[in-house]
């Protein structure tokens, strides 16, 4: 059988080229785009034209009947795909001899039900090419490139034949996705072999909360030239510049004016609140301040701002709906400060609209509360759902609950959010302390990395595949 692979940087010269060869009778088996441009298998008409008669290609019509031509076994496919992988010097044989040999199974326990399935169908001079054409196409398709670099190599498409069941197609997808993953995997494993510093760095980001797509966005503008202690400060001022926080602006107590705390259930808000209004009645006077709270579901949630505004010497009011809160509003139009405390909400909560809605009114700032010691995910989440047009403020409440800061700054920074304050206690008013991006970034990187959480330094590889569904980093940093 003449079967050639045809190269050139277009489907159309490389089609030229085997026509060259194989006259106007030239059958295409397989086309696949190449890192310099596509490939094409080809072969004449006239060999499956030699099959369809029951011809041998290599030898005469006599010598065919005396020697019938067998069909191709499961052990004569995974051969010829070894033969064909040790050619195109195949990548990562561990990795590529399990997919190649599930892959095989697969095909060739499908191949068997469909040639059953549809034989009545099937004309008998057409069998032999149908399971020619078949063969080839287990030989061709699940090759791939074996050269590794850092570059992404192109992904091949897959172009499953006419009459092919959606269980094949499926496992072709989910096949081009492990390789894509395993390229991706093996190009950062290189560079952190060549590179032990920035690996090291990845995996102290990691250990400390901080996201995968934040610390390989970092490590990526890393300067190569620095040392280990250098390349540490650099990455802390990196984290430092791109937290946002109002050290450079006026504090919340001294700027006044109307906000209202937002958030999930069991942050904080309420005594934050309490804080916030504290700091200004010690300012300025009890007198400068106003108290509203909207939370009439949550049991004894207006006791305790209550409680909390008669111990500042604040009066406490309570708002059930938006006309009440209009009017509560324009009776505390003189106040330096007036804070609104909320109910707390899941980010799904079908309530949410509703109370987001109720807030939005002129002059009405809103204030995001994020627990600092909450999971990465779930202060996506928060902050997702929460996220207002505007520029949004934060606060970070319970840092001194938190085990790890990293997931905390990690979602300010992705969110280009701005941190107003942190709490650090349930003292009111002095557990408050403005927000200090190196403190915060210093803090977060003296996690010791002893739970059982961390990753160790072999587990990064998992950590690093480019994903489909992953954020990009464009834009992300002022690194």
Known sequence: MNIQRFHAPTSREALAKARLVFGEGTLILFNRPTENGVEVVATAEDSLAALDRGESPLGSPKASKLRPTPQPSYQEVASKVEDDA?????STLSFQDYVRERMLRKRHESAQNQAAAQAPNV???ERPRAAFVQKIQVETDITAPKVISTRKPPTPSVQPATGMSQG?????HAMKDLIEDRFNTLAWLGQARQNPIQSNLMLKLIRAGYSPTLARTILERM???MDAAQSVRWVMDVLERNLKTDAEGTPLQEEGGTFALIGATGVGKTTTAAKLAGLCARTHG????????LDSYRVGAQEQLRAYGKMLGVVAHLAHD???????????????????????????DPRKREMMDLLDLPNVKRLLVLNAGGHGDTLDDVVSAFKSASAQQVIFSKIDEAVKLGPAIDAAIRHQLIL?????????PEDWEAASAAKLVRASMRTSGNSAFDPKIGDLGFFFNQTAGST??????DA
Not at 286 to 293: D, Y
Not at 420 to 428: A, D, E, K, L, S
């Open 168 to 172: 094949i197609v499926d496992e072709l």
């Open 420 to 428: 107003r304050g942190v709490t650090t206690g349930q003292r009111v």
């Open 472 to 477: 990009s980093s464009k834009g992300l940093l």
């Open 123 to 125: 004309a008998p001079q």
């Open 223 to 225: 300067p190569e030239e």
């Open 286 to 293: 009890a007198g400068s301040v106003g108290l509203i709270t």
């Open 322 to 348: 938006r006309a009440a809160l209009q009017d509560l509003l324009g009776l505390l139009s003189n106040k330096k400060m007036v804070l609104i405390d909320t109910t707390g909400l899941a980010p799904r």
């Open 86 to 90: 040790a050619q195109l010097a195949m």
